[in-house]
């Protein structure tokens, strides 16, 4: 399979990204370095965010790569999971990286942390695979308890994401699994500092899925009347300095929080919508169209005074 991105659209979202220009040539080597450098410049420019199922006429959102590519390169956009899987599956193809799309299964938040059963496929994650046979996760799309970086198909390696927060990925199965030992899958993990439990948030198995499967993922998660992607607008942005990721700022509904590596503090509460598309404007550099603030009044999800 070819990327649906020429050389000259590449260029430009590396310009986009403030991809170093001395690493674009090539000759320079696509291992994990690389790898890893492309993910930091990515997350710290095109965010997470959820706003196309809510500040639009249709309140749908497409796969369609040029679509995203169009979506991703202007205004501090971005997308969530499936969108930024399938946009950053080309990028890569197009730099030469061998690489395919996975499914993966979640658990929901209680009280802050992921609990109880794993819901159906509603995310997904990036599987490159080096010449020497090493595989490595890329997820740049998972929102703030993501990783930072990519991360080797390495059984209980921790690995130091934001500030004092650790992941890894933990080779095991599913407590739902009928025959655990032949449906071993690769468990995200994440916490927040050494001396706490492992929390475990995602799995995925290494087998590919296609454009259709990702579609229909993404039909449900856009429309399924359960969805919480229909009742919460949701941005993550990450934040660099340097090569380095150093904390992050969220938009979850009326409220603006930030993380610089040591605790979440609450910096801004939208009063209205007027209040909320300046917090984008200021927090995230997202400059929506007029079409899109309109595309918000009169849905389930607008701010309004009174709130």
């Not at 492309?38 to 095109?46: M, T």
């Not at 500092?193 to 454009?211: I, K, T, V």
Request: aromatic fraction near 14%; include cysteine; hydrophobic fraction near 35%.
């Amino acid at each position: 399979m070819a990327s649906a991105y020429c050389p000259e659209q590449i260029e430009r979202y590396l310009d986009y990204i403030d991809f170093p220009p001395h690493l674009r040539a090539p000759d320079t080597p696509r291992d994990s370095a690389f790898l890893t450098r492309l993910h930091v410049h990515q997350i710290s420019k095109i965010p997470y965010d959820n706003l196309s199922l809510h500040y639009s006429e249709t309140h749908q959102n497409s796969l369609d790569p040029q679509l995203l590519y169009d979506k991703f390169t202007r205004n501090g956009r971005g997308g969530y999971c499936m969108e930024t899987a399938v946009f950053f599956r080309h990028v890569l193809m197009a730099l030469g990286f061998r690489v395919y799309t996975a499914g993966a299964r979640i658990r929901y938040r209680r009280d802050g942390i992921p609990q109880g059963p794993y819901i159906g496929w509603v995310h997904c994650v990036n599987i490159v695979t080096f010449e020497n046979g090493e595989k490595w996760s890329v997820d740049v799309g998972f929102g703030g308890d993501g990783a930072t970086k990519p991360l080797r198909l390495e059984s209980g390696v921790a690995v130091q994401n934001l500030g004092s927060q650790e992941v890894r990925l933990v080779y095991d199965s599913l407590p739902d699994a009928s025959e655990p030992h032949q449906q071993k899958v690769w468990i995200y993990q994440y916490r927040n500092s050494s001396d706490r439990d492992w929390n475990s948030f995602y799995a995925f198995a290494e087998f590919e899925f296609f454009q259709a499967d990702l579609e229909q993922m993404n039909f449900w998660t856009s429309n399924f009347p359960t969805s919480f992607q229909r009742f919460q607008v949701l941005i993550v942005k990450f934040l660099r300095t340097g090569e380095q990721i150093v904390g992050k700022v969220m938009l979850a509904d009326d409220k603006v929080k930030r993380n610089t590596g040591s605790r979440t503090e609450i910096v801004k509460i939208c009063g209205n919508e007027d209040e909320r598309v300046r917090a984008l404007k200021d927090y995230f550099d997202i400059d929506l169209t007029e079409e899109e603030v309109q595309g918000i009044r009169g849905w389930l999800t607008e701010l309004k005074a009174s709130q």
